[in-house]
């Protein structure tokens, strides 16, 4: 199939009869920061995804798209799921993450693909850490919880926590998320970090947070790591 632009205005016509108005007034609940959904739910969404990438996903992509974060979570899951070389997975990333603008649209497209070009695409991690733009920030480090808590990669990923001192919320909480999820995979070093870094009060916090609620940390561990609230 050739997507042409009225293809696609007839294709978000079709996708609208799929909202599911309870599970919109939901997701809208958990998504202060962007209202503008249709209310599809997620699985769906990665099956007409797959079949997308089946087909012209190169008309697919090019086509003008509007604001529904739908659309968004979309035509990122499409680019996750095309084959190909690293230079061309990084210009699909490079693209995508400047639409984001809700954890959502963030959390839910992951390029797995990453998992092919650890180094490669670690080399890289700074364009989006040290973004201007929060929420690719934000993004930089879910990359980093889900590729890189690993002994390899552990000492740089908890310097790059370290460097970034963010006072947006979901970039504080993503930081905190992976400092927590680091405890449970690299834990000495973690737990070291914990006793000596910049980060600030919210951070710490959510990161102390996560860790007391997380069962894959033992009771010492968590009963430690109140002390170290700021």
């Known amino acids: 199939m050739h997507w042409t632009q009225q293809d696609y205005d007839e294709f978000v016509e079709y996708m609208k009869t799929l909202a599911d108005g309870k599970y919109k007034e939901f997701s809208d609940s958990l998504v202060p920061t962007e209202k503008n959904s249709l209310g599809i739910r997620i699985p769906v969404l990665r099956q007409i995804a797959k079949e997308i990438s089946k087909g012209n996903y190169t008309d697919f992509l090019e086509c003008k798209k509007g604001n529904y974060r739908e659309e968004i979570m979309l035509e990122g899951i499409v680019m996750t799921l095309i084959k190909c070389d690293y230079p061309q997975m990084l210009e699909y990333i490079k693209s995508f993450v400047p639409k984001i603008t809700s954890w959502e649209i963030c959390d839910i497209v992951s390029f797995k693909g990453i998992k092919k070009y650890p180094d490669e695409f670690f080399a890289d991690i700074e364009y989006f850490i040290y973004n201007e733009n929060s929420w690719i920030v934000r993004f930089g480090f ?29 970039v504080q909480m993503m930081q905190g998320w992976l400092v927590a999820t680091a405890a449970a995979k690299c834990r000495d070093k973690t737990m070291e970090f914990l006793q000596n870094n910049n980060l600030n009060a919210v951070t710490q916090n959510m990161a102390v947070r996560k860790i007391r609620e997380s069962n894959r940390i033992s009771k010492e561990d968590k009963e430690f790591v109140k002390t170290l609230k700021k």
């Not at 889900?146 to 963010?166: A, R, T």
């Open 142 to 170: 879910g990359c980093l919880l889900e590729f890189y808590l690993s002994d390899k990669y552990i000492d740089k990923v908890l310097e790059y926590v370290n460097s970034v001192n963010s006072d947006f919320y979901y």
